[in-house]
């Protein structure tokens, strides 16, 4: 859907990406400076490429070979800003129908009906965007640049002036986007959670190149990337389903291909499939099956892989029943347990550790 293929040299900064993205939500991931605005600003014909080829949906909208630079409002793509940017003499409604009149009845795809359900702002069509919520006027500006019927909708951080509610309001509406309407999705964020929450294709920027690319739990799960990802999110990201939930003990069963897991209590619906983030550090492991303890997940797993962490720490890689899971412990308990690829150990993981916010309803990619 997206073939990226682009050089750009700003001052000392320079900018060479070569991407080939499919359907879904593709993020780009990386720290202030990385080059992720540049790569989506070029997409959109807002900064020029000094060489490469840009292709959407088999449109080439740029090309310095044979001198193809298509302008920006002809490109037919949606962009949605961090500020949302609605006209603010507009009724909600009027901002809506500004890119659907654009176009001809038969360039358009998108329904304004079916955007005003997913999006869930019919109550908000006589308005002025004055009179919004932080997370309305995200939505409204979205549903705009979705009525533009676009070849791919381009969102550079869209969440990062909303506080912490106001994001949970809007990351739904976002997730079901691409899967609604079929249009793919270029999405900008420097927010793990936003990344776990939408992304199906997950690029790290560092220094204004793409430094790696795939499945995001692929990418997530790559103990070699843990600087780009960040420390601190260090982990495993693995497919899981929701069994149920006990109103008596407050707990959420997680079924996946290595067991069940216990965590507290979430709001997902049984039978949801979910992407689940265990944290390194929250993984501590066994040699025997405890007895009496307060750890409600332990799982019997494989060693895969031992290696030296930064810091005086240890990276062990266990197979849990076709799963890898991420542990990371200290040198010390290294020295004790003396884990080696092949033992059979047992995996611990308590219950309360695995937050809400580690946890993202995604089905498969449209």
Request: with cysteine; charged share 20%; hydrophobic share 45%.
């Given at each position: 859907m997206l073939e990226l293929a682009v050089t750009r040299r700003q001052g000392t900064f320079q900018v060479q990406?070569?991407?080939?993205?499919?359907?879904?939500?593709?993020?780009?991931?990386?720290?202030?400076?990385?080059?992720?605005?540049?790569?989506?600003?070029?997409?959109?014909?807002?900064?020029?490429?000094?060489?490469?080829?840009?292709?959407?949906?088999?449109?080439?909208?740029f090309d310095s070979t044979i001198g193809i630079d298509v302008a920006p409002e002809h490109r037919r793509l949606g962009y949605v800003f961090q500020d949302g940017?609605?006209?603010?003499?507009?009724?909600?409604?009027?901002n809506l129908n500004f890119g659907l009149n654009r176009l001809s009845a038969s360039e358009r795809r998108v329904d304004f009906d079916a955007v005003i359900e997913v999006l869930g702002i019919g109550h908000l069509l006589d308005r002025r965007p004055a009179l919004l919520s932080g997370g309305e006027k995200q939505r409204v500006a979205i549903g705009r640049a979705?009525?533009?019927?676009?070849?791919?909708?381009?969102?550079?951080?869209?969440?990062?002036?909303?506080?912490?509610?106001?994001?949970?309001?809007?990351?739904?509406?976002?997730?079901?986007?691409?899967?609604?309407?079929?249009?793919?999705?270029?999405?900008?964020?420097?927010?793990?959670?936003e990344v776990l929450s939408l992304a199906d294709t997950l690029v790290l920027m560092d220094q204004g190149r793409a430094a790696a690319a795939g499945p995001t739990e692929e990418v997530l799960s790559r103990l070699e990337l843990r600087a780009l990802t960040g420390r601190w999110e260090a982990g495993s990201v693995i497919r899981?389903?929701?069994?149920?939930?006990?109103?008596?003990?407050?707990?959420?069963?997680?079924?996946?291909?290595?067991?069940?897991?216990?965590?507290?209590?979430?709001?997902l619906p049984p039978g949801a499939s979910v992407r689940l983030r265990i944290h390194a550090s929250d993984i501590a492991i066994a040699l025997d099956r405890p007895?009496?303890?307060?750890?409600?997940?332990?799982?019997?797993?494989?060693?895969?892989?031992?290696?030296?962490?930064?810091?005086?720490?240890?990276?062990?890689?266990?197979?849990c029943g076709g799963t890898d899971?991420?542990?990371?412990?200290?040198?010390?308990?290294?020295?004790?347990?003396?884990?080696?690829?092949?033992?059979?150990?047992?995996?611990?993981?308590?219950?309360?550790?695995?937050?809400?916010?580690?946890?993202?309803?995604?089905?498969?990619?449209?």
């Open positions: 990406v070569e991407l080939n993205t499919g359907t879904g939500v593709t993020a780009l991931f990386g720290p202030s400076g990385s080059g992720k605005t540049s790569v989506i600003n070029m997409v959109a014909g807002l900064s020029r490429p000094d060489c490469g080829r840009i292709v959407v949906d088999d449109k080439v909208l940017r609605l006209f603010p003499h507009l009724s909600v409604r009027s979705l009525l533009a019927s676009p070849r791919i909708l381009l969102m550079d951080e869209p969440l990062a002036a909303l506080d912490s509610n106001r994001k949970a309001e809007v990351l739904p509406f976002i997730g079901a986007l691409s899967k609604r309407f079929a249009i793919p999705i270029l999405y900008v964020s420097h927010s793990m959670d899981a389903v929701v069994q149920g939930h006990d109103t008596e003990t407050g707990m959420t069963r997680l079924s996946f291909a290595g067991g069940t897991l216990a965590m507290a209590r979430n709001h007895g009496r303890v307060s750890v409600r997940n332990i799982l019997p797993a494989r060693v895969r892989s031992v290696s030296a962490a930064e810091g005086h720490m240890v990276d062990v890689v266990l197979d899971l991420w542990a990371q412990i200290s040198g010390c308990a290294q020295a004790d347990l003396a884990l080696q690829p092949g033992m059979e150990v047992h995996a611990m993981i308590k219950a309360l550790t695995i937050a809400r916010g580690d946890v993202a309803e995604k089905g498969d990619a449209a």
